[in-house]
């Protein structure tokens, strides 16, 4: 595996993305109409949020957003294309590229997502650290799982449908501990109650990524 | 001979079994509810009885479907024979 | 472990050690706790059929590996049909779990990390049976889904092991509940629960295997008849 073959594979998918400006402004219409559509229903009678629900329903929101932008990393390349890429590039190349843009891409979208969020819902998080640490080590284990679930629906038919019924029984884990190190960090509990969790988080997504290194080869022969 | 040693196991495990269970008979404290009662009327062996009932019914199933499988494979492995 | 399949020996094997786990499951002398009473008696059904399940998903993820190392037909139908009767065992365990925790924790389901595991990982390989259905060819089709296998797998472990142990539990050995040896596991238990695992997972290799012999015949047939 060439460094220098790797960053020119994360160049060229930034290049496709901003080329096209419509597939990011599809994520981030996404997102902000998902807020939105969030805060009406809560607003409805004056409630308010409680912290809980407020934690749950933006990892919910996030949950979904990253379903919906991650799944066209593979669904959306044309099929010359892909075989192009393969014949220059080894398959660790070009998964390890996909995975790593679609970190930025997900810390990108979870910053702004918080921003909004906190915007029109409040803001109830009072450790900061351990928030923005669970958020990055949660963005990295979304981008991580959902771009190999992403590959492996890419080649069956039902691949939307198959993004979800694939994908969230494997997030679930992930999305169990980010959702508690959110609640520590709104609770304002010091960091080291959440040594565990993280270390635990790190762990998973240390482990997915390492999987899909070592199973991506075998699933780009078969195209 | 395999075969031989593992049926051999099995039955000294059920010799084992019934051992334990008739030495099992002592008095117990009866601070606890359990069904003591349910033991005294020997009821309890309607239940063991029962469940083995629907075993058997179970397992006796399964072999014939066993004993079918394998005759079609007999008959896969004559035809493959037949063609070479 | 295609010639295992066609012996026989094994099948009594396992037979007689379920005929025994329901005797003497039943007739044996059950520690007398609180709370649990006779339902104790559970552990050789709801317990044994969860390490039962938990057996056969192994030896589906191995073969998975195996097929894609050796892309042999063979290899793929075993874990398919293993990763099969692996979600009927579960879903066995799951309702006999749920039964005994009506009766001994007051709800016939309760918020522990265990319990969600579980679901996870039987959604985990419903999805698998979902993908499996919704890719035509038969190659593509087995690789795939062992590449999922085993991705999912590696993401389930830590689940089912790591998370219940750091959290609280109602579960026995979990988030400080006392482990099974708190429950006299030492004395008479054991003597009918190794037997009740071993009776258990031979059933279920057995149902298993059946699926896989008959699946492998259809295949025979079909390239004859090409």
Not at chain 1, 64 to 80: D, H
Not at chain 2, 49 to 69: A, N, P, Q
Not at chain 3, 13 to 39: C, H, Q, S
Not at chain 3, 107 to 129: C, H, M, Q, R, S
Request: glycine content about 4%; some cysteine; charged content about 15%.
């Amino acid at each position: 595996m060439q460094w220098k073959r790797l960053i020119v594979l994360i160049h060229k998918e930034f290049a496709i993305e901003l080329r096209q400006l419509y597939a990011v402004g599809g994520m981030l219409l996404y997102l902000v109409s998902s807020i939105f559509v969030i805060y009406m229903a809560i607003t409805l009678k004056n409630a308010q949020i409680h912290p809980i629900t407020w934690n749950a329903v933006l990892w919910i929101i996030m949950l979904f957003t990253a379903v919906n932008s991650i799944a066209k990393s593979f669904v959306q390349e044309k099929k010359g294309m892909l075989l192009y890429f393969y014949t220059i590039c080894s398959p660790v190349e070009i998964i390890l590229a996909k995975i790593i843009y679609n970190t930025i891409l997900m810390t990108l979208l979870i910053s702004i997502g918080i921003l909004l969020y906190s915007i029109v819902l409040g803001n109830p998080v009072q450790n900061f650290i351990t928030f923005s640490i669970g958020s990055i080590l949660g963005a990295l284990g979304f981008a991580a799982s959902f771009t190999t679930i992403s590959s492996i629906a890419s080649k069956a038919s039902n691949s939307s449908t198959l993004m979800a019924i694939l994908g969230f029984p494997i997030i679930l884990p992930i999305l169990l501990l980010v959702l508690k190190i959110s609640k520590n960090a709104i609770d304002d509990l010091p960091i080291n109650n959440s040594y565990d969790d993280m270390l635990t988080l790190s762990a998973i997504v240390v482990i997915s990524i390492t999987s899909s290194l070592l199973l991506f080869p075998y699933l780009w022969k078969s195209s | 001979m395999f075969k031989k040693i593992s049926t051999v196991l099995t039955l000294l495990f059920i010799i084992a079994g019934s051992l334990n269970v008739t030495l099992a008979q002592e008095a117990e404290k009866t601070s606890v509810d359990m069904a003591d009662s349910l033991r005294a009327d020997g009821k309890i062996y309607v239940v063991v009885l029962v469940v083995m009932i629907v075993f058997t019914f179970f397992s006796m199933y399964l072999l014939l479907t066993d004993r079918h499988v394998k005759k079609w494979e007999k008959e896969m492995k004559e035809m493959k024979e037949s063609k070479k | 472990m295609i010639r295992l399949i066609e012996q026989s020996w094994w099948k009594y094997v396992g037979i007689i050690m379920v005929y025994y786990t329901i005797i003497a499951g039943f007739l044996i002398k059950a520690p007398r706790l609180d709370i649990l009473n006779e339902t104790i008696r559970n552990l050789f059904f709801h317990v044994a059929i969860w390490f039962a399940m938990f057996i056969l998903l192994i030896i589906s993820v191995v073969y998975s590996i195996k097929y894609l190392l050796n892309s042999k037909t063979i290899h793929d139908t075993i874990a398919s049909e293993f990763a099969r009767i692996g979600i009927v065992l579960g879903l066995i365990g799951i309702s006999t779990g749920s039964v005994w925790a009506r009766f001994t924790w007051g709800d016939w389901w309760v918020n522990d990390p265990k319990l969600n595991a579980t679901t996870i990982a039987l959604l985990i390989y419903l999805a698998y049976l979902v993908l499996r259905a919704s890719i035509e060819s038969d190659e593509q089709k087995a690789r795939i889904s062992a590449v999922y296998n085993i991705f999912a797998f590696t993401a389930m472990i830590p689940l089912v092991f790591i998370l219940p142990r750091m959290t609280d539990s109602l579960h026995p050995g979990n988030g400080g509940n006392p482990g099974f040896n708190a429950y006299d596991l030492d004395n008479n238990l054991r003597k009918v629960f190794y037997p009740a695992v071993l009776g258990w997972s031979i059933l279920g290799f057995w149902l298993a295997s059946l699926r896989v012999r008959i699946r492998n015949i259809k295949e025979e047939l079909i390239h004859h008849i090409d």
